[in-house]
Nanobody, 124 residues
Framework: QVQLVESGGGLVQPGGSLRLSCSAS????????IGWFRQAPGKEREGVAC????????NYVDSVKGRFTISWDNAKNTMYLQMNSLKSDDTAVYSC?????????????????WGRGSLVTVSS
C-alpha cells in the first residue's frame, strides 16, 4: 500500500525559496506518475508539476515554469519540488499524489493515492 508524506512547507517572504519533499513508501515510479497539486484559499485545486515514469518527462503548469523544479530520487523514493522566486499567489496547501499519467499541463491523471498536504505561505 502506498503512503505519501509531505514535508518542508512553511512561511517564506516573496522572492524567497523553499523545497518540498514527498516520501513515497510502497511506490514504484515505472509505468506510473507522481506529482504535486496545490489549493489556494477560495480556489480550485490545480496540478503544479508531475513526472512520468514511462519516459521521465516533467510537466509544469504555466504559472510556475522557470521558477519550480520537480525531481525524483529513486534511491530515497522521494519526490521534491524546488520553489524559487516565490510569489504571494503561490500560497497554498501543496499535496503530492500518484496516478497513471502526467499531463502536459502538470497534472497527474488517474490519481489513486494522496498525501495530507503541506502549507506554504508566501508573505512579507
Amino acid at each position: 500500500q502506498v503512503q505519501l508524506v509531505e514535508s518542508g512547507g512553511g512561511l517564506v517572504q516573496p522572492g524567497g525559496s523553499l523545497r518540498l519533499s514527498c516520501s513515497a513508501s510502497g511506490f514504484t515510479l515505472e509505468y506510473h506518475a507522481i506529482g504535486w497539486f496545490r489549493q489556494a484559499p477560495g480556489k480550485e485545486r490545480e496540478g503544479v508539476a508531475c513526472i512520468s515514469g514511462n519516459d521521465g518527462v516533467k510537466n509544469y503548469v504555466d504559472s510556475v515554469k522557470g521558477r519550480f523544479t520537480i525531481s525524483w530520487d529513486n534511491a530515497k523514493n522521494t519526490m521534491y519540488l524546488q520553489m524559487n522566486s516565490l510569489k504571494s499567489d503561490d500560497t497554498a496547501v501543496y499535496s503530492c499524489a500518484t496516478g497513471w499519467f502526467c499531463s502536459g499541463y502538470g497534472s497527474v491523471g488517474g490519481e489513486d493515492y494522496w498525501g495530507r498536504g503541506s502549507l506554504v505561505t508566501v508573505s512579507s
